[in-house]
Nanobody, 124 residues
Framework: QVQLVESGGGYVQPGGSLRLSCAAS????????LGWYRQASGKQRELVVN???????KYADLVKGRFTIRRDIGDNTLFLQMSDLKPEDTAAYYC??????????????????WGQGILVTVSS
């Protein structure tokens, strides 16, 4: 089973920086897409940044120029580097991977895998 464990959230002051990590475990044959989403209190989950199967990276307009996605292939870890944080960035952040992985029967199939969510609070 493929699992994602997030870390790195917490409290930061406006204008500060924070890095979120998403560590993947399990047998992954390939990754079809990956990214980060967030959900503020009382709102729907929204895209932060996504890397498509074609390799194209798309950032939400509200975070463009401030957030950067990075993948460490050797450590199977996905990062979200956030800078110039604003109170509006306060939300639970979720990493997401679309993967092709082994099934228990020995075959392969696509899985949409999510991290547990981690809180980021931007406040003075």
């Amino acid at each position: 089973q493929v699992q994602l464990v997030e870390s790195g959230g917490g409290y930061v002051q406006p204008g500060g920086s924070l890095r979120l990590s998403c560590a993947a475990s399990g047998s992954i044959f390939s990754i079809t897409q990956l990214g980060w989403y967030r959900q503020a209190s009382g709102k729907q989950r929204e895209l932060v940044v996504n890397i498509s199967s074609s390799g194209a990276t798309k950032y939400a307009d509200l975070v463009k120029g401030r957030f950067t996605i990075r993948r460490d292939i050797g450590d199977n870890t996905l990062f979200l580097q956030m800078s110039d944080l604003k109170p509006e960035d306060t939300a639970a952040y979720y990493c997401n991977l679309g993967v092709v992985a082994h099934t228990k029967s020995g075959g392969y199939r696509y899985f949409d895998v999510w991290g547990q969510g981690i809180l980021v609070t931007v406040s003075s």
